[in-house]
C-alpha cells in the first residue's frame, strides 16, 4: 500500500478507540462562575425543573446525554422528565434561562424544543459525515459569534450530529479546502 492509499485508509478508517477521559468527564473551564453557572443549570435539569431558553437573546444550551447531545436554542424548554439523564451541559452565548409563565409558554417552549432537534435531525440524515459537521458548524456560525463557534469543543459538535470528534477538528482544520483534500488524496 503506497503513502497516499494508506492516508485514504486512514481518513476513512473509523476508530475502535473510545477514550476514557472525554471532556464531558473532565470539564474544562476558563473561570470559576463558568464552572459554577453550568454545575447549577446541570443540577436544576436533575431536579426536573423546567426552564425556557430566553428568546430574546442569541444563546442557547447543548445538553449531553448519554450517547448524543441535543441544542436546545432560543425559547426551547430544558428540564422537566425530558431532561433527567443530562450528563453535561455547556451554555452558549450569554445564556438566559426563565421560568415558564403559563401552560400555553411551557407547550409553546415544548415545540421549539422539537424544531431544534427537528433541525439536527435534518442534518445528521445526510450519510457523509463530514458534510454533517459542515452543515452544523454552518448553522452555528449564521447564529453565534465566529469566537464562540470557536470556542466550542469538537466532541460537542460530534456528538450532536453522530461523527467522531476528529471528523470535527478535520473540518475546522481544513475549512473550505476540504473538498480538495478529499478529492486530490483520494
Known amino acids: ?65 448519554r450517547y448524543h447531545a441535543e441544542f436546545a436554542g432560543p425559547g426551547a424548554i430544558v428540564g ?13 452565548g450569554n445564556l438566559s434561562l426563565l ?3 403559563s401552560h400555553e409558554d411551557r407547550q409553546k417552549a415544548y415545540l421549539i424544543r422539537r424544531q431544534w432537534v427537528r433541525l439536527v435531525k435534518q442534518i445528521t440524515e445526510n450519510s457523509v ?16 459569534p465566529a469566537e464562540v463557534v470557536a470556542a466550542l469543543p469538537d466532541d460537542a459538535f460530534a456528538m450532536l450530529v453522530g461523527v467522531l470528534p476528529q471528523t470535527v477538528a ?3 482544520r481544513l475549512g473550505g479546502d476540504l473538498e480538495d483534500y478529499f478529492d486530490d488524496e483520494c
Open 80 to 92: 422537566g422528565d425530558y431532561d433527567t439523564d443530562c450528563q453535561f451541559v455547556i451554555p452558549i
Open 99 to 101: 421560568d415558564p409563565q
Open 129 to 144: 459525515p463530514v458534510q454533517r459537521v459542515q452543515k452544523i458548524l454552518e448553522q452555528f456560525e449564521q447564529y453565534f
Open 1 to 65: 500500500m503506497d503513502s497516499k492509499q494508506r492516508r485514504c485508509y486512514q481518513t476513512a478508517m473509523v476508530s475502535a478507540y473510545c477514550s476514557e477521559t472525554s471532556f464531558l468527564d473532565k470539564p474544562t473551564m476558563r473561570d470559576g462562575n463558568q464552572q459554577s453557572h453550568k454545575l447549577d443549570i446541570l443540577a436544576s435539569l436533575h431536579s426536573r425543573k423546567v426552564l425556557v431558553v430566553n428568546s430574546r437573546r442569541r444563546n442557547g444550551l447543548l445538553v449531553f446525554k
Open 170 to 172: 478535520t473540518v475546522r
